[in-house]
Nanobody, 124 residues
């Protein structure tokens, strides 16, 4: 019912910035918790950041705290991930996900909808 499409990935040098976008179609995601996950080669899909609808609160993985910012534009039905001070270890496929229950926990299996992923590569 909800389709998510990520964009904005690319190749950047360490210390650079990228902004990922997640455009949602179908039902509005304004009441959902929206999150970003990432998966590096040979690794599990890791939680990155979440924006919870209820309290408009955000939470970040320790690895990205202070560098990444999640935000949303409800009018555009779009969620963003601003990534600053990128490091090579940030290299991964980044996925947008929606939790229709709004819990917004850091567990991938709790999210109902997923985008196709967008590649982020950070060079040294």
């Amino acid at each position: 019912q909800v389709q998510l499409v990520e964009s904005g990935g690319g190749l950047v040098q360490a210390g650079g910035s990228l902004r990922l976008s997640c455009a949602a179609s179908g039902r509005t995601v304004s009441r959902y918790a929206m999150a970003w996950f990432r998966q590096a080669p040979g690794k599990e899909r890791d939680f990155v950041a979440v924006l919870r609808w209820g309290a408009a609160s955000t939470y970040y993985a320790d690895s990205v705290k202070g560098r990444f910012t999640i935000s949303r534009d409800n009018a555009k039905n779009t969620v963003y991930l601003q990534m600053d001070s990128l490091k090579p270890e940030d290299t991964a496929v980044y996925y947008c996900a929606a939790d229709t229950r709004g819990a917004g926990l850091a567990y991938a299996h709790l999210y109902d909808y997923w985008g196709q992923g967008t590649q982020v590569t950070v060079s040294s």
